[in-house]
C-alpha cells in the first residue's frame, strides 16, 4: 500500500479474472506500481464541446458519446459510475486495449 494517507475513506473494487489479472477503475489512491508492471488502458475521453457548449464523456473503445453534462464534475461522476463494477460500462472494458 502506498505511504500517502488518504484524506477521505474510499471503497475501490478489484475485480481478479481467471488469467490472474486484476481489473479496476484507476484511482490514485492506491499506488499500482508497487504490486509491478502496469498496463492502463482508457476507459473514456472527457472533453468541451465548444459548439454545443456541453462536456461530452466518449467511450475510448467505440468513440460513442455516452453521456452530456452541464458541467467537467458531473461529467466526470458520471464516467466513474459507468465505468465502476457494477455499472453499465464494466464489461465493455473487459479485453479492452487502447
Known sequence: MSKKQMSKKQNITLE???EASVRMLHDD???LAEFGKLEISRASHV???NTAQVWLVKS???QAVICYASTREAALSFEKRYYSPGGTGWKE???AKQ
Do not use: R, V, W
Request: charged fraction near 20%; glycine fraction near 6%; proline fraction near 0%.
Open 47 to 49: 472533453e468541451f464541446n
Open 16 to 18: 481478479i479474472t481467471s
Open 93 to 95: 472494458l473487459a479485453g
Open 60 to 62: 475510448a473503445k467505440t
Open 29 to 31: 489512491a492506491i499506488d
